[in-house]
């Protein structure tokens, strides 16, 4: 039962280097999600996929990228890393629109 | 104005208490609501869905009131285990899932 897996649980970049933050769903969900979450706040949707090949903008997109080649990955990319892009990273899917499934989480920090 | 706002606490109540969090939501398009746990460096899970007709299961209780465009969550019998955040989750747009920024709470022994 794996349902939405994110890599890597804990990540330190330096500033201005890049990374990929790796996010698999085995559910067949069409929709996936990527949301941060600083300390003490709410999430922010990043990303969003309706489906393979189709990607949008979230409320906080700035500095990242991603791409959907298949039903199954989202992976995130941030490129030229900022401290402002410390922090708790959640990958997440849905297929009914009723579950938002989320994974583990990924902890970024940039100094 | 934010779209799902909730007061952020905490709420620091003894155990065996009854507490009660709000949540309203600004976009009366929204069609369906949630109520999501998130324990401390953990990821959300869901709680519970909320119905107009209100729904309960086991000690917690969820209102919805679309006039008032108004949620509530109503915990019954505290547990030091129900120590958490709390995400009031407006659904909106086909698969558009708004978060509030989470009610803490903090169950004293």
């Known amino acids: 039962n794996a349902g939405v897996t994110q890599t890597p649980k804990f990540r330190i970049l330096k500033i201005g280097q890049s990374m990929t933050l790796q996010c698999a769903q085995d559910?067949?969900?069409?929709?996936m999600y990527w949301y941060r979450q600083d300390p003490g706040m709410g999430l922010k949707l990043i990303y969003y996929s309706v489906g393979a090949g189709i990607t949008d903008k979230g409320e906080v997109p700035n500095g990242y990228n991603v791409s959907r080649s298949t039903t199954e990955d989202f992976p995130l990319r941030l490129e030229l890393a900022a401290p402002s892009q410390t922090s708790v990273y959640f990958c997440a899917s849905t297929g009914d629109g009723n579950t938002i499934y989320f994974g583990e989480g990924s902890w970024l920090t940039v100094v | 104005r934010k779209e799902v706002e909730q007061d952020p606490g905490p709420f620091n109540v003894p155990e065996g208490a009854t507490v009660a969090f709000n949540c309203t939501y600004s976009n009366s398009a929204s069609q369906s609501f949630f109520w999501y746990r998130q324990d401390c460096r953990k990821e959300p899970k869901l709680l519970m869905s909320?119905?107009?007709s209100g729904n309960e299961d086991g000690r917690f209780t969820a209102q919805l009131n679309r006039a008032s465009q108004y949620i509530s969550l109503l915990i019954r019998d505290s547990k030091l285990s129900d120590s958490a955040t709390y995400l009031c989750?407006?659904?909106?747009?086909?698969?558009?899932?708004?978060f509030g920024p989470g009610t803490r709470l903090s169950v004293l022994p």
């Open positions: 909320v119905y107009s």
């Open positions: 559910m067949n969900h069409n929709y």
């Open positions: 989750v407006a659904l909106w747009g086909g698969q558009n899932f708004v």
